[in-house]
């Protein structure tokens, strides 16, 4: 089992810039494929980025391509996403999530959760 700590988040202007970072303890690191999504209030969790095991292939959500970059280490058990040209409507709790299996797109797929991070974007 694998579990996951966020770190990283903040308050940041329109237009700047923020790194999550996600540790993971536990041997199955490698096990696990990894995502970000995000929450706001009243609303169901949604689907940010994900990568591969290996590292090899990204996924993203159309509204954060071009923008957020995921990256992993799996010597260091982590996972980072790199936020740029932040907009206002990134502001929501942001989560590391790990999947074993599934579609990578889907929150019903992922079984390891980390506690969120709030990540809030000014106007």
Same mark, same amino acid.
């Given at each position: 089992?694998?579990? =996951?700590?966020?770190?990283?988040?903040?308050?940041? !202007?329109?237009?700047?810039? =923020?790194?999550?970072?996600?540790?993971?303890?536990?041997?199955?690191?490698?096990?696990?494929?990894?995502?970000?999504?995000?929450? $706001? !209030?009243?609303?169901?969790?949604?689907?940010?980025?994900?990568?591969?095991?290996?590292?090899?292939? !990204?996924?993203?959500? !159309?509204?954060?391509?071009?923008?957020?970059?995921?990256?992993?280490?799996?010597?260091?058990? $982590? /996972?980072?996403?790199?936020?740029?040209? =932040?907009?206002?409507?990134?502001?929501?709790?942001?989560?590391?999530?790990?999947?074993?299996?599934?579609? /990578?797109?889907?929150?019903?797929?992922?079984?390891?959760?980390?506690?969120? $991070?709030?990540?809030? /974007?000014?106007?």
């Amino acid at each position: 089992q694998v579990q =996951l700590v966020e770190s990283g988040g903040g308050l940041a !202007p329109a237009g700047g810039s =923020l790194r999550l970072s996600c540790a993971a303890s536990g041997h199955t690191f490698n096990s696990y494929r990894l995502g970000w999504f995000r929450q $706001t !209030p009243g609303k169901e969790r949604e689907f940010v980025a994900a990568i591969t095991r290996a590292g090899g292939t !990204p996924y993203y959500s !159309p509204s954060v391509k071009e923008r957020f970059t995921i990256s992993r280490d799996n010597a260091k058990n $982590t /996972v980072v996403l790199q936020m740029n040209s =932040l907009k206002p409507e990134d502001t929501a709790v942001y989560y590391c999530a790990g999947s074993i299996s599934g579609s /990578v797109y889907y929150a019903s797929n992922y079984d390891r959760w980390g506690q969120g $991070t709030q990540v809030t /974007v000014s106007s």
